[in-house]
């Protein structure tokens, strides 16, 4: 099992982007997905999860500026980052609790990260 995520980059100040994150290998279900971010200096943090029924939850310092989503079909998520501060630069990496065929348990996986960086 894999995650592959995708989307970082450059922007400015106030500007958007869009994190990708889609999970490949023997998949027989995935629970919840995540997006943590870590910051310079700064411990890892969860910036957003959704579970597989569509339940999700932001971090304070997000909420009303990030939109988190998935498409069970494609075993994939994103993360909508709107209004993007210098604050949120950070490596951001995708999160997965998946089980995979034949497994009676699952685990958490993660992607490699990708590098946000906003600037002023």
């Known amino acids: 099992v894999q995650l592959q995520a995708s989307g970082g980059g450059l922007v400015q100040a106030g500007g958007s982007l869009r994190l990708s994150c889609a999970a490949s290998?023997?998949?027989?279900?995935?629970?919840?997905m995540g997006w943590y971010r870590q910051g310079p200096g700064k411990e890892r943090e969860l910036v957003a999860s959704?579970?597989?029924?569509?339940?999700?939850y932001y971090a304070d310092s997000v909420k009303g500026r990030f939109t988190i989503g998935r498409d069970n079909a494609e075993n994939t998520a994103y993360l909508q980052m709107n209004s993007l501060k210098p604050e949120d630069t950070a490596v951001y990496f995708c999160?997965?609790?998946?089980?995979?065929?034949?497994?009676?348990?699952?685990?958490?996986?993660w992607g490699q990260g990708t590098l946000v960086t906003v600037s002023s």
């Open positions: 290998g023997r998949i027989l279900s995935i629970n919840t």
């Open positions: 959704i579970t597989s029924g569509g339940t999700t």
């Open positions: 999160n997965a609790n998946i089980k995979r065929e034949y497994s009676r348990l699952s685990q958490n996986y």
